[in-house]
């Protein structure tokens, strides 16, 4: 059984920054792509961010371009969402998501795991 547990959401004001980590049980990171995506009140969940099995090539929506790191950790099976420069428009439950495709996964119908959440506030 795969799980991810999402940490490191909190308050923060805007320009700050936060990292949030999704370490993952019951299999070896090393086999997935993971993804981030997002869910604001009275929206839909969106694609932030997703890294592919490897490390090597990364994607991510243009409006956190230049302001989000997503990596992996495969010695540690954790991946990480690096936010600075944070905005306002940026709170939402952020979620993890593991992928067993091969190529680069930006869909939420091709993640086959995902976290409970954490909420990312950022005061204006």
């Known amino acids: 059984q795969v799980q991810l547990v999402e940490s490191g959401g909190g308050l923060v004001q805007a320009g700050g920054s936060l990292r949030l980590s999704c370490p993952v049980s019951g299999r070896p990171i090393s086999r997935y792509a993971m993804g981030w995506f997002r869910q604001a009140p009275g929206k839909e969940r969106e694609f932030v961010a997703a890294v592919n099995w490897s490390g090597t090539t990364t994607s991510y929506v243009d409006f956190v371009k230049g302001r989000f790191t997503i990596t992996k950790d495969n010695a540690n099976n954790t991946a990480y969402l690096q936010m600075n420069s944070l905005k306002f428009e940026d709170t939402a439950v952020y979620y993890c998501?593991?992928?067993?495709?091969?190529?680069?996964?930006?869909?939420?119908?091709?993640?086959?795991?995902w976290g409970q959440g954490t909420q990312v506030t950022v005061s204006s």
């Open positions: 998501a593991a992928s067993l495709l091969f190529r680069l996964p930006t869909l939420a119908r091709e993640y086959d795991y």
